[in-house]
């Protein structure tokens, strides 16, 4: 690893760790700085890769052991299936059934109660379900916790806010996602803990990436970035 990527790695793991030990910095600004620094991560690995979204969901799947990344939100699922067609609909709400309307309102529940693997989802399905459910994949995936987890970095990286106000109020070190309560609806909740175990081990790992020049990467912007109008 040449002195840039050192520097590079070097910085990025102090202001993680001056994040990490700071009584000053908690709730939404916390979430900020290490989304931040995951941003800064993916284009790093995955620099030739154009869309913002999947340089987030490959650094989690490439370089996290996050527990949850492969499940899928029954109550996201919920919401995307009157996208799909008919057929899948029903065979995903048969199973859902019991999860969904089972739930009591006004109290947290940790996802392990409500949410599930992509394994478990298809178990049971006939041949002809599956054909179904394996057409629908990309609306399917849009429940999937790594997509979820893009999607609460850029509620809060660019609407400065968490889907649900109340949020900071739960244990800011579950490592559990987590059901919040807000207006008589469930949003899907990850701790900054959560955000905080995923992007050290993305630190560790991305740092043993061979071969990538940190001037390939984040190339200099001229003087004049705006650019002369014509």
Known sequence: MNVQNNYFFRSIGKIKKDIDSSAHIEGIHKYIIYFSLLDVLGKYAFHKEKHHSCRYKNLIQCFSNWKY???ISSLQLECILDQTNKDLAT???????????DIQMNRVIDADEVDFTEDKLKEGLSDSELLVY???????????????FYRLRCFIVHEHRVPTPNATDFDENSLIPQYVCFENSYKLWFSPKIISIILDECIEKVKLINGINYDDVFKPIPKCWIGKQI
């Not at 065979?91 to 309307?101: C, G, S």
């Open 91 to 101: 065979i995903i709400r048969n199973k859902l059934t019991p999860l969904i309307y």
């Open 69 to 71: 990344k492969n499940h």
């Open 134 to 148: 394996n057409q629908n994949i990309p609306t399917i995936y849009q429940a999937k916790y790594d997509n979820l």
